[in-house]
Structures are given as C-alpha cells and as structure tokens.
C-alpha cells in the first residue's frame, strides 16, 4: 500500500497526551508524519519554540517516521516547500469543528493542492487542553495523564518558579 507524509502542525503549547495519542495512530497509518510547531498569531506561548521542539523530539523519540520542525509563516507556503500536501489535525470535540472548518478551508483556498484530514480524538483524552493544562499547573495541581511528564516538569519550572527557587 502506498503511504503520504502528512504535517502535523500545532501551537503545541505544550504537546499533550491526547497529541501524543494522534503520533501513536497515525505512525501507523502514513509513511511519515512531521510535527510542526508552528505559530499562531492569536496566542501568546509559555514556552518556546525551542522548548517545544525539544520536548516533542524527546516523547516521540520512539517513532522511527516522526521528525520535528518549526517555522513562522503560512502553513501552505511550508507544505509547498516541503514538497507535501497533506494536513493532519486532530478533533476532540464538536465546539473544535468551527475553528478547523475555517482553517481547512482558508487553506484549501490559498492552495487548492493542499488537503487536511482530521482524526478524532480517543475519548479519554478529548478534554484534554492546553490552556486547562497550563492552568492546573500555575495553581499548584497536578497535569499527570494530561502531558507526558517531561512536558509537566517543564511546565512546572515557567509557571512556579518560586518552587525551583526553593530547592
Ligand atoms: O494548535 P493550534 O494553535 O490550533 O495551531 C494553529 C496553527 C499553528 C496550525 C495555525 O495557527 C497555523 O497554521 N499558523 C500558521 C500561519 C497560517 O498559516 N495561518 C493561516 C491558517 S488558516
């Protein structure tokens, strides 16, 4: 069976379990999948580019046909230039489909080639969010089973710093 390469682009701030769960399926289904972080103009990150790519590339260290990149402009210019043309997103929930309509669609028309699949959230993880993570964790809770604990430990170290200061 032929496979495609599809990009896999996020904020990724951070990169939780329910995105983790999407590499685990799709790892199997296409020939390769690179996770773009990328930028998005509505939100304002807590950690970096940098700090994203880097705890992406270490939870997904076990698939062989995951790489990571970033990048800062359209997504359909990176897809031209990648020489792809294909988007996966996933879809935890029905309030997600306006936003990903949109954006499929503004895609689709700056480059008709460009096609975005969607896979459905495992429902475990479908109320799973970054900024409810990120919340958790500023008020002293606990986001185990929300993110890989790689990504808790940097989150602890940006949003309770005063924690790092006492030890
Ligand atoms: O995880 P997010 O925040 O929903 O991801 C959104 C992202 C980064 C995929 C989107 O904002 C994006 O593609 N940004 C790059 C700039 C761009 O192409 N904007 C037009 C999108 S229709």
Redesign the pocket.
């Known amino acids: 069976m032929n496979k495609t390469t599809v990009v896999y ?4 701030d951070p990169f939780t379990e329910g995105h983790l769960n999407i590499i685990a399926r799709a790892a199997g289904i296409f020939e390769k999948i690179i996770i773009l972080v ?3 103009s509505s ?1 304002k990150t807590t950690l970096s580019t940098k700090e994203r790519v880097s705890l992406i590339v270490e939870v997904t260290k076990d698939y062989t046909n995951v790489e990571v990149e970033s990048f800062n402009g ?3 210019d990176y897809i031209r230039k990648k020489g792809v043309r294909t988007i996966l997103r996933g879809m935890r929930c029905h309030s997600d489909f306006e936003y990903e309509l949109q ?1 499929a669609t ?2 689709k028309l700056m480059d008709k080639e460009v096609e975005t699949l969607f896979m459905v959230t495992e429902s475990q993880f479908s109320h799973i969010s970054s900024s409810l993570i990120k919340e958790i964790i500023s008020l002293g809770g606990s986001a185990k089973g929300f993110v890989p604990a790689v990504v808790e430990k940097k989150l602890i170290e940006k949003l309770r710093p005063e924690e790092k200061r006492r030890k």
């Open positions: 682009p996020g904020s990724f990328g930028h998005n939100k359209l997504l359909v954006m503004a895609n």
